[in-house]
């Protein structure tokens, strides 16, 4: 009597799911309710965000950390077999050259409206989204400075190309870092591209070496390896803060005018985790999620209302009109161009 009940429950599971009845009651499996994240800002950063969307959606986050350059290769890489569902973080100007590559998925997201200037932080195309702001700086080892009595710290583009700096400076390649192509479009926009790309080619003599994350200058100018690291003000403040020496880095703002970042987000074309990669997509979009830079030593400014600056002066210097359009349209073209007329990427230091 067992056998033939067990047999008759199992003719009519197979009864009901031929009939679709069953259908909208399988709950996913397990293995569906993840997203695959690639992110672009600071470690700790992504890791606290992939944390904290867990715990609030039950989705279980994986991510990869690139700095902006190895992330849209390694989008371009993947295209036909995408392996990220959404990428996040970086400066936008990635994402617009990855959009005109056809590498990037449109999505409508209602909490577009919590955005300070959509004009601004967002693609009319849906396409991205701005995330955060930051601008350039210049920071210099306060240890260095006291050991060569009568330099000063660079407080413009010029200062760099001083006698006293020659062989001190420590950068990003924008190659693989949304920092230096940031310094580098910065400059073109500044100067023009002719006498841009002249100081480019200056600039590169006082370079002691070249990096891959746009982050590390500051750390090793910290270390005492390199006078002065060209990086996003918000990362200086975090290496400030994280090391607990407020007066081991000077921090200064070039007078002719500071490029900045606003970090993005897109969702990626042919997303596996369509669903779960607009739930992060909106969630990002709101002041709850914004506000948790800070607490992650991300001290970029916010690009949604209601969430209060935690280091206002970080944007209270002179920014130049930087063009984002014009920056991502010619991002492979002015990287290629760097690599082959100016640096290398052969020695690049992790």
Same mark, same amino acid.
């Given at each position: 009597?067992?056998?033939?009940?067990?047999?008759?429950?199992?003719?009519?599971? +197979?009864?009901?799911?031929? !009939?679709?009845?069953?259908? &909208?009651?399988? /709950?996913?499996? *397990? @293995?569906?309710? %993840?997203? $695959?994240?690639?992110?672009?800002?600071?470690?700790?950063?992504?890791?606290?965000?992939?944390?904290?969307?867990?715990?609030?959606?039950?989705?279980?986050?994986?991510?990869?950390?690139?700095?902006?350059?190895?992330?849209?290769?390694?989008?371009?890489?993947?295209?036909?077999?995408?392996?990220?569902?959404?990428?996040?973080?970086?400066? +936008?100007?990635?994402?617009? !050259?990855?959009?005109?590559? &056809?590498?990037? /998925?449109?999505? *409508? @997201?209602?909490? %577009?409206? $919590?955005?300070?200037?959509?004009?601004?932080?967002?693609?009319?195309?849906?396409?991205?989204?701005?995330?955060?702001?930051?601008?350039?700086?210049?920071?210099?080892?306060?240890?260095?400075?006291?050991?060569?009595?009568?330099?000063?710290?660079?407080?413009?583009?010029?200062?760099?190309?001083?006698?006293?700096?020659?062989?001190?400076?420590?950068?990003?390649?924008?190659?693989?870092?949304?920092?230096?192509?940031? /310094?580098?479009?910065?400059?073109?926009?500044?100067?023009?591209?002719?006498?841009?790309?002249?100081?480019?080619?200056?600039?590169?003599?006082?370079?002691?070496?070249?990096?891959?994350?746009?982050?590390?200058?500051?750390?090793?100018?910290?270390?005492?390896?390199?006078?002065?690291?060209?990086?996003?003000?918000?990362?200086?403040?975090?290496?400030?803060?994280?090391?607990?020496?407020?007066?081991?880095?000077?921090?200064?703002?070039?007078?002719?005018?500071?490029?900045?970042?606003?970090?993005?987000?897109?969702?990626?074309?042919?997303?596996?985790?369509?669903?779960?990669?607009?739930?992060?997509?909106?969630?990002?979009?709101?002041?709850?999620?914004?506000?948790?830079?800070?607490?992650?030593?991300?001290?970029?400014?916010?690009?949604?209302?209601?969430?209060?600056?935690?280091?206002?002066?970080?944007?209270?210097?002179?920014?130049?009109?930087?063009?984002?359009?014009?920056?991502?349209?010619?991002?492979?073209?002015?990287?290629?161009?760097?690599?082959?007329?100016?640096?290398?990427?052969?020695?690049?230091?992790?």
């Amino acid at each position: 009597m067992y056998r033939g009940a067990r047999l008759l429950i199992v003719w009519l599971l +197979l009864l009901a799911v031929s !009939a679709g009845g069953l259908v &909208g009651c399988i /709950a996913p499996a *397990a @293995s569906e309710r %993840v997203l $695959n994240v690639l992110c672009s800002p600071a470690e700790e950063w992504c890791q606290g965000m992939a944390q904290e969307f867990e715990a609030q959606t039950g989705i279980r986050v994986s991510y990869v950390r690139l700095s902006s350059g190895e992330a849209l290769a390694r989008i371009r890489l993947e295209k036909d077999d995408p392996q990220f569902d959404i990428w996040w973080g970086g400066p +936008l100007d990635g994402y617009i !050259a990855a959009k005109q590559e &056809g590498l990037l /998925a449109s999505y *409508a @997201s209602p909490n %577009v409206t $919590n955005l300070l200037d959509t004009d601004k932080y967002h693609d009319p195309d849906n396409t991205w989204a701005g995330i955060y702001v930051g601008s350039l700086g210049f920071c210099t080892s306060t240890a260095w400075l006291g050991d060569h009595p009568g330099v000063t710290a660079p407080s413009s583009w010029a200062d760099l190309l001083r006698p006293e700096f020659h062989r001190e400076i420590v950068m990003a390649h924008p190659y693989t870092s949304g920092t230096a192509y940031t /310094a580098l479009a910065t400059v073109l926009q500044l100067k023009g591209e002719n006498e841009g790309w002249a100081y480019m080619a200056e600039l590169t003599k006082q370079v002691r070496e070249y990096t891959r994350s746009g982050a590390l200058p500051v750390e090793l100018v910290a270390d005492g390896e390199g006078a002065v690291a060209i990086a996003f003000s918000h990362d200086i403040v975090r290496t400030i803060e994280a090391r607990g020496e407020d007066d081991a880095l000077t921090l200064t703002f070039p007078a002719e005018g500071a490029g900045y970042e606003s970090g993005g987000m897109a969702i990626l074309e042919g997303a596996r985790h369509l669903a779960e990669a607009q739930r992060w997509y909106d969630w990002a979009l709101t002041a709850e999620a914004q506000a948790l830079g800070p607490k992650y030593g991300a001290y970029q400014a916010p690009t949604v209302t209601g969430v209060t600056l935690t280091h206002p002066g970080l944007l209270n210097v002179r920014l130049i009109d930087y063009d984002f359009e014009w920056a991502g349209t010619h991002k492979r073209e002015f990287v290629e161009r760097f690599t082959r007329e100016i640096a290398g990427t052969t020695l690049l230091r992790e």
